[in-house]
């Protein structure tokens, strides 16, 4: 007998008269907020709950706007060099920077270690807990959000669901098959030395998003 | 209303005071007291040790000393607690329903006289500041968290004031007192930190378990305050 | 469990945990500080207690189940294209991972922040008994730390808690992370993200564990606060998640509920930091992250705790840590006193279960069963009744044979409380003892365990006349 065999025997001898277990019917899960209706509010409590942990949310009202913002960021860096997603709305972001050289995800692993900045875009944001979304099928950002000390994400507020049951709900669309979905909330951080918070560890010690919220 | 007193092993040996002022209290309530002289333990230290056999065969005297007892009244949160363990203890259907039937008819002191006699004036009076230590299995099992500070509100003079730390344990857990002294200690010496600051003249608590942990370290430590148990304090005039 | 160093006895540990300051003052500040903020973050919550009873039941509706939905995980998972191992014990885990790291041609090893791995002892297997011979390196700062110091966590969400900042800085300068050592604390996280990204760089296998799988979609979660987790499930071309089998949860939406319970029970957090959702490896193979995915499905003891119910819900522990958080014992002595990878209150009662070591045998008993643990944890797990349960089978020799105490201490135990029950259930004999107690103890000899008690507090003395004396002349 092999393992799973085995293993699967044992479970379920164990489990021999055991009924299964009541569920109740109810899809309402508790502890879900019931007061982000309003797109409005979403974008409040979106900013509210991503500040509280220490990312930066800069409102944006056009792609022009958002272009400047990262540019002046990269120039109060002194980055030198910027990974990008292959999002056409990120790919739009860094078309003009000058002073830093662009590089796609794609490009050397040791160049992307030493990079600076990682800009990406977001396919949702979460109101209720301040997250960022983003799914591996639509753009390749995992290295890019990940490897820099600074990850600059857009997001369209129009993206931004209200709760982690709504984003749950829309990454679960079809086949998760070869998808890796990842949550962002703030920067990286730790407290395992003598508990005392330090940000930025492994992962960026900044989040910057550029909330796209056009009239 | 007639109430029948199990006074528990600990209160009959080394603390009859605290049995006395449960009599008094419940007779000043209203009630006639009754003592069945049969009684001795409700068999939590063997159950808590993992001995349940030993346990049962002391449960099962319990439930015949009370058979057919409307009200049982215990000046003890954990022994008025064991009751409701005494089912699982029992094999035979007819033994749990008499356990299940006893526990529903079992009370700890502060529950019965706020929940049965709806806590009337008991022309208490203790002139002083007093902590409340919120025995665990009390407060857990059994929920009791209002009532004996309803109680105490009530007793003319008594200024109340609450410990931050109330809810933790005291370290006494039965044989967890003696078979892990050091760590025992170590959680009556957290708990009593906040004694000194607090400036209060007694800590009180419904069971005695507690109050012999705590003021046994009170007493070997020399700390200012006294452990009383409630039905002292409800008894004081 | 083979994944630590060898310990003396609970008792022996625990005093020494005790004398210890540094390590009593680091305890209570950590154990304060989550708990507080475990407590501003549910205060907010109004929904917490329904919060708990959902959660409870979606794991008491998978663990009824388990067989079908460890079947249902393993298919979608393997449609998706991961690799899905199972494995009956530690060794075998341990054997499965080396020869996917051997396949792989994977000489160099990273992982992440996973219990599951520490029970299998898997570091020490990999640089004693693989054939490549090398120790995957911790990525976690608090678990890297211990890594470097060679000893195991004394607390499941905060593992190097015990040491302060100038142990580290020593430390660090010993094992060449710094050339000197500040105990900045900034700056000793600096120095371990300049190591481990090298680490990271050059890795071939990413070891992680798994916080939560998904029966519905063959999925993994892993979740963590350093950006760890996402570097050793992204930068490596292979991907090992190690996860005991009660980790499913049937539906991909019930991650909702245990995603707003995990990080608020554990360090009052409303969301950690990152959260890595995987379901098979990439599809093309120009997209990022590992080539491989596998997922090492671990038994190792938990299918026999599915037997009865009482021992079930000990499965449904999500590892948040409120339970250590809230214990007056952990808070006293710590994780290394347990001698377990699993301390605390739900180590006290999983450890005997899983492990059946000798030793572990003694921590059902280091408790006083205050039940603060049960009142905290999110999943609602009953544990005194797991205590008294274990108490109770340890002291019977039932079920559980290797764990069964039969020291001369616990002969005489049994001979005591069998001569106390006899006593206890006449009141002829309960007054004849008494009396007879009564009398010993004004010649000075106490009753068992008077002696003990001493040793910290003054001891109540029998009461001249006894309560039931006192009624009687009463004339009632």
């Known amino acids: 007998m092999n393992a799973r065999e085995e293993i699967l025997g044992r479970v379920r001898a164990n489990l021999a008269g055991v009924a299964p277990a009541p569920r109740s019917a109810s899809t309402d899960e508790p502890g879900r907020p019931a007061d982000l209706e309003d797109p409005a509010r979403c974008v409040t409590r979106f900013r509210e709950l991503l500040e509280s942990v220490g990312g930066r949310v800069t409102i944006v009202r056009s792609e022009d706007e958002a272009r400047e913002v990262l540019a002046r960021r990269v120039r109060e860096l002194g980055a030198t060099r910027v990974v990008v997603s292959d999002a056409p709305a990120a790919g739009r972001l860094v078309g003009t920077l000058s002073g830093a050289r662009v590089l796609a995800s794609t490009a050397d692993r040791a160049e992307l270690l030493g990079a600076e900045v990682g800009v990406t875009s977001a396919q949702w944001g979460i109101a209720e807990t301040g997250t960022l979304v983003l799914l591996s099928d639509h753009e390749r950002s995992r290295l890019a959000s990940l490897l820099p000390a600074v990850h600059v994400a857009l997001l369209d507020a129009r993206c931004i669901l209200p709760t982690l049951g709504a984003a749950l709900a829309a990454v679960h669309d079809g086949s998760l098959a070869g998808r890796t979905v990842t949550f962002v909330t703030g920067p990286s951080r730790t407290a395992d030395i003598e508990l005392t918070l330090v940000v930025g560890v492994h992962g960026p010690r900044e989040l910057d998003v550029l909330l796209l919220d056009a009239p | ?237 | ?476």
Not at chain 2, 100 to 124: E, K, Y
Not at chain 3, 132 to 152: F, H, S, Y
Not at chain 3, 263 to 280: A, D, E, F, N, V
Request: aromatic share 6%.
């Open chain 3, 1 to 476: 469990m083979s994944g630590h160093l060898p310990m003396e006895t609970f008792d022996a540990n625990a005093r020494a945990a005790l004398l210890d300051r540094t390590l009593n003052g680091a305890l209570k500040r950590a154990t304060d500080r989550f708990a507080g903020q475990r407590r501003a973050a549910i205060d907010a919550m109004p929904e917490w207690e329904a919060m708990r009873e959902r959660a409870r039941e979606i794991k008491a509706e998978v663990l009824a189940d388990l067989d079908r939905y460890l079947e249902d995980f393993s298919a979608k998972a393997e449609a998706a294209g991961a690799r899905v191992h199972w494995a009956r014990d530690g060794d075998e885990a341990c054997r499965l991972i080396a020869g996917i790291a051997r396949d792989a041609n994977g000489r160099r090893l990273v992982k992440s922040k996973s219990m599951t791995t520490e029970e299998i002892g898997l570091n020490r297997y990999m640089a004693e008994a693989a054939r490549n011979g090398e120790e995957p390196v911790e990525t976690d700062l608090g678990e890297w730390i211990i890594q470097l110091a060679g000893e195991v966590p004394s607390h499941i969400i905060a593992p190097a808690i015990h040491k302060t900042k100038e142990q580290i800085a020593d430390l660090f300068v010993e094992k060449l992370v710094v050339e000197e050592g500040t105990g900045d604390i900034e700056a000793l996280t600096a120095a371990a993200r300049r190591v481990l990204r090298r680490h990271f760089a050059e890795a071939d296998v990413g070891i992680s564990g798994v916080n939560f799988a998904v029966a519905e979609t063959g999925t993994v979660l892993v979740l963590e606060n350093e950006g760890n987790a996402r570097m050793c499930t992204t930068l490596p071309s292979v991907h090992v998640a190690v996860m005991g089998i009660e980790k499913l949860l049937p539906r991909f939406a019930d991650l909702e509920v245990f995603l707003r319970l995990l990080p608020r029970s554990g360090t009052g957090q409303h969301l950690t930091s990152y959260q890595s959702l995987i379901t098979g490896p990439k599809r093309s193979p120009d997209g990022e992250g590992p080539d491989e995915v596998h997922v090492v499905l671990l038994d190792n003891g938990r299918s026999a705790m599915l037997r009865e119910r009482v021992t079930r819900q000990s499965l449904a522990c999500i590892r948040c840590g409120a339970c250590l958080n809230a214990c007056p014992v952990y808070q006293q002595i710590g994780g290394h006193a347990y001698g377990s990878v699993y301390p605390g209150p739900i180590g006290a009662v999983i450890t005997p279960q899983l492990a059946g070591l000798e030793k572990a045998a003694k921590l059902p008993f280091a408790s006083s069963l205050c039940g603060a643990c049960r009142d905290v944890c999110p999943v609602k797990i009953d544990i005194p009744e797991l205590l008294l349960h274990l108490r109770s089978e340890i002291k019977s020799g039932k079920g559980l044979p290797h764990a069964r105490d039969v020291s001369a201490g616990a002969r005489s135990e049994r001979i005591a409380f069998r001569l106390w029950s006899w006593t206890m259930r006449s009141p002829l004999r309960y007054r004849a003892a008494a009396a007879c107690a009564r009398l010993l103890a004004r010649i000075g000899i106490g009753i068992p365990g008077a002696g003990a008690w001493r040793a910290g507090r003054e001891l109540r003395p029998f009461a001249r006349r006894s309560f039931r004396s006192r009624w009687e002349s009463r004339g009632r």
């Open chain 2, 1 to 237: 209303m007639r109430v029948s007193l199990f006074v528990t092993c600990l209160v009959d040996q080394l603390w009859p005071a605290v049995g006395e002022a449960t009599a008094d209290v419940l007779e000043r309530a209203g009630c006639e007291v009754l003592f069945d002289a049969r009684q001795t333990c409700c068999g939590q230290p063997a159950y808590n040790a993992g001995h349940r056999v030993e346990a049962r065969a002391v449960a099962r005297h319990f439930l015949d000393v009370y058979e057919g007892v409307d009200a049982i009244v215990v000046p003890s949160g954990s022994c008025a607690a064991m009751t409701h363990h005494m089912a699982e203890l029992f094999e035979d259907e007819r033994d749990r329903e008499r356990a299940r039937s006893i526990a529903a008819r079992t009370h700890d002191l502060a529950s019965f006289l706020v929940h049965t006699l709806g806590a009337p004036d008991l022309g208490a009076r203790f002139d002083g500041r007093v902590t409340w230590h919120d025995a665990c299995h009390g407060l857990r099992e059994l929920g009791l968290r209002a009532e004996p500070r309803r109680l105490l509100a009530s007793v003319r003079g008594l200024e109340l004031v609450e410990a931050q730390r109330s809810e933790s344990c005291c370290g006494f857990g039965g044989t967890f007192s003696v078979k892990y002294p050091e760590i025992s200690v170590a959680m009556v010496d957290r708990k009593l930190e906040e004694l000194a600051e607090l400036g209060v003249d007694a800590i009180v608590s419904g069971d005695a378990s507690c109050l012999m942990q705590i003021g046994g370290r009170l007493a070997r430590t020399g700390g200012g305050a006294r452990a009383m148990h409630l039905a002292e304090v409800l008894a004081g005039r």
